[in-house]
């Protein structure tokens, strides 16, 4: 069984850098793929981040040189932090994860993923 648990969101300023984080719980010793999206009310979900080859994250390019990702098998955890934030980035986050192969040119894909978090809700005032 797999669960997700996103935290750390809430209302913050434009220019803050919040830290939000993926509590993961798996029973196995599978390899699992790990991405973070975002979804805008009215909007549909995008791909924000995901590390699908270790040690390299890929980013939506909206987020290049703003946003990190980092991933701690060891731990369970994933970590996205979000710097320079602006109102366009409000939106709910959600974490994700499949055992499946994904390769990396559709690393951002929402299909491509098997298991969410319920969504950390990020709102960003100008």
């Known amino acids: 069984q797999v669960q997700l648990e996103e935290s750390g969101g809430g209302p913050v300023q434009a220019g803050d850098s919040p830290r939000l984080t993926c509590a993961v719980s798996?029973?196995?010793?599978?390899?699992?793929?790990m991405a973070w999206f975002r979804q805008a009310p009215g909007k549909q979900r995008e791909g924000v981040a995901a590390i699908v080859i270790p040690g390299r994250a890929t980013f939506v390019d909206s987020v290049k040189g703003r946003f990190t990702f980092s991933k701690r098998n060891t731990k369970n955890t994933m970590t996205l932090q979000l710097d320079i934030l602006k109102p366009e980035d409000t939106a709910m986050y959600y974490c994700a994860a499949v055992p499946e192969y994904v390769d990396e040119s559709r690393a951002l894909l929402p299909t491509e993923y098997r298991y969410w978090g319920q969504g950390t809700q990020v709102t960003v005032s100008a």
């Open positions: 798996i029973d196995t010793h599978a390899m699992y793929y």
